[in-house]
């Protein structure tokens, strides 16, 4: 697909949409993701035939200004970054060593434009969580439902004249999924099926309307462990 794929791709219409205004000059998200990208693969280490292992956790450093434009989107941009970095992986065959974790952290020796990611393997616990990708939006779920529909009420509202205004909602119980329709009027449909209550497997495709929202549960790191923003290196304010 050229220069960006897909990921790419939807990384950049999510954040020179609304945010064009705000990235235009000094470091892209896109940039960030491709770079993330090089370090998986200069990094990756063939263990066997069968298993090829990559860093888990990552800091990327940035000149202060691109860091307060970057840090300011929160955890959207982490999320839309992890999952560049977890479809890369998938896709050449590349196994973490434990939960994924990136942190973005302000550097005063680069200058503005100017990104460098370090990496290191780190095994510990991995906290498994839940999430539905739609629509290039990475949803976190919680314990208990989340109502998907096309009224203001629902959990996950979306602009779809085939969807109820409650349409559908996926359950969460800590271990387990389910998705179950809530009586909407065109169905709901998972993996391509009609259903009225299934149980969710990852990666499974639930459609409503003309919308198509990915089930997936991603491993991330502890939230005990190197949790957060790190706010600065280099210098004192």
């Given at each position: 697909?050229?220069?960006?794929?897909?990921?790419?791709?939807?990384?950049?219409?999510?954040?020179?949409?609304?945010?064009?205004?705000?990235?235009?000059?000094?470091?892209?998200?896109?940039?960030?993701?491709?770079?993330?990208?090089?370090?998986?693969?200069?990094?990756?280490s063939?263990?066997?035939?069968?298993?090829?292992?990559?860093?888990n956790?990552?800091?990327?450093?940035?000149?202060?200004?691109?860091?307060?434009?970057?840090?300011?989107?929160?955890?959207?941009?982490?999320?839309?970054?992890?999952?560049?970095?977890?479809?890369?992986?998938?896709?050449?065959?590349?196994?973490?060593a434990?939960?994924?974790?990136?942190?973005?952290?302000?550097?005063?020796?680069?200058?503005?434009?100017?990104?460098?990611?370090?990496?290191?393997?780190?095994?510990?616990?991995?906290?498994?969580t839940p999430?539905?990708?739609?629509?290039?939006?990475?949803?976190?779920?919680?314990?208990?439902?989340?109502?998907?529909?096309?009224?203001?009420?629902?959990?996950?509202?979306?602009?779809?004249?085939?969807?109820?205004?409650?349409?559908?909602?996926?359950?969460?119980?800590?271990?387990?999924?389910?998705?179950?329709?809530?009586?909407s009027?065109?169905?709901?449909?998972?993996?391509?099926?009609t259903?009225?209550?299934?149980?969710?497997?990852?990666?499974?495709?639930?459609?409503?309307?003309?919308?198509?929202?990915?089930?997936?549960?991603?491993?991330?790191?502890?939230?005990?462990d190197?949790?957060?923003?790190?706010?600065?290196?280099?210098?004192?304010?």
């Amino acid at each position: 697909m050229g220069i960006l794929d897909s990921f790419e791709r939807t990384l950049e219409r999510f954040f020179n949409g609304a945010f064009a205004k705000t990235f235009r000059s000094g470091l892209q998200p896109v940039e960030i993701s491709a770079a993330l990208k090089r370090e998986l693969d200069t990094t990756a280490s063939v263990v066997s035939r069968d298993r090829i292992l990559v860093p888990n956790r990552f800091h990327v450093k940035l000149a202060p200004a691109d860091y307060t434009r970057m840090s300011g989107q929160g955890q959207s941009l982490i999320d839309e970054l992890m999952r560049v970095v977890e479809e890369h992986a998938a896709r050449n065959g590349y196994q973490f060593a434990g939960g994924l974790s990136i942190k973005l952290l302000e550097d005063e020796t680069l200058t503005e434009g100017q990104i460098e990611v370090t990496s290191r393997s780190v095994q510990g616990q991995v906290a498994w969580t839940p999430v539905l990708d739609v629509e290039g939006r990475r949803i976190r779920l919680g314990i208990g439902s989340t109502v998907i529909g096309r009224g203001s009420d629902a959990d996950i509202t979306i602009n779809d004249t085939g969807a109820s205004r409650r349409h559908a909602e996926v359950v969460w119980d800590g271990r387990r999924a389910g998705v179950r329709d809530l009586g909407s009027t065109n169905g709901t449909k998972l993996n391509g099926r009609t259903v009225a209550q299934a149980a969710l497997e990852p990666d499974s495709i639930i459609r409503i309307g003309r919308h198509e929202l990915i089930f997936r549960v991603i491993p991330q790191s502890d939230p005990s462990d190197e949790t957060g923003y790190i706010p600065r290196i280099g210098g004192q304010r």
